[in-house]
């Protein structure tokens, strides 16, 4: 009930309010910024909101009013908000162009669960253990005060972190939560297939591609694949077509470790990693500037293909052979 009449409280006294999460923001963030601004539209109309995020995917465009979000703040960077929501997010740099808003904000409010939070604003509600952004800001509002609207953005969010309940930071809340926002009447088969199972046919050719080229090491315990700026160019594609490429590196058999890497300037990577026990790839991540969660992480490398490996591999080697001199 704290964290309930917490949030009461800044919504009783402050009337102009912005909600942004982190740049290239995925399904909880998109979830949790929209389920944060519905709720607040529903009973609070009199407030001023405003959501800035980067450009999101267009699998998500079943959401509402996911077309008022704002993707630049040009007209506001001057403005000061009465209280700036900082969800999905707990470093101030990976805000993007909504960093500035968040400097000038009279009031400041994190809510987040990554465990390598930083603790920025002036309020800080970070919580590792919860498996999504969403999963704890259900825990923030009153139950029969959420809409619908804000139930489907909670409930895209908490798929998203969870790969569909399936990893292994699911837990009993997540599930009792998800159930009550199912019981709200939202559309569950139907937002699963949408924004987490459909594929176009050119994410399958880039997928297959991926697959085809992955490579085995340590034992086949670890694998990676990578994509080159060339390769998307050759099938046309663009950064929102790689969803789900490294989970589907990830269960293959006897693997631990998966990494995926996307050329995104000449010589730069993105870094996605997930793992199951021994390795924290989120201790991987943050040697390498990035961040996440024990289980699913990521960062930006520099370098060839086979630099970024071997940097990476050196980390995840550190983790394996203090499992094995624990074992």
Known sequence: ?????????????????AIAGHVRPDGDCIGACLGLYHYIKANYPDKELTIYLEQTSEKFSYLKE??????????????????????????????????????????????DHHISSGKMADKNYIFPEAAATCEVLFD?????????????????????????????????????????????????????????????????QILGRALLESIVFFN????????????????????????????????????????????SEPQKYKVSLRSDAPIDV???????????????????MLGSVHDVINNLSSEIEKQMQEWNKGV
């Open 66 to 111: 996911i077309e008022e979000i704002k993707h630049d703040c040009e007209k506001e960077k001057e403005k000061s908000y009465d209280c700036f929501f900082m969800l999905d997010c707990g470093e101030t740099e990976r805000l993007g162009f909504s960093g500035i808003l968040f400097q000038n904000a009279k009031k400041t409010v994190c809510i």
């Open 220 to 263: 086949g315990t670890c694998i990676f694949t990578a994509l080159r700026q060339k390769d998307m160019e050759f099938y046309g594609g663009s950064a929102d077509d790689l969803d789900g490429i490294v989970d589907q590196l990830k269960i293959t058999k006897g693997i631990i470790c998966a990494i995926f890497l996307y050329e």
């Open 140 to 204: 923030f509002m009153e139950e029969d005060k959420i809409p619908l609207d804000s139930a489907i953005a909670l409930y895209t969010g908490l798929i998203h972190d969870t790969g569909v309940f399936k990893h292994s930071n699911t837990t009993q809340n997540t599930m009792e939560i998800a159930g009550k926002l199912i019981a709200k009447g939202v559309p569950f088969t139907e937002i699963i297939n949408h924004s987490f199972y459909q594929k176009t046919y050119i994410q399958n």
């Open 1 to 17: 009930m704290k964290l309930k009449s917490e949030l009461e409280q800044i919504l009783q006294t402050d009337n102009t309010i």
């Open 282 to 300: 989120s201790k991987v991540a943050k040697h390498f500037g990035g961040g996440g969660h024990i289980r699913a992480a990521g960062c930006s």
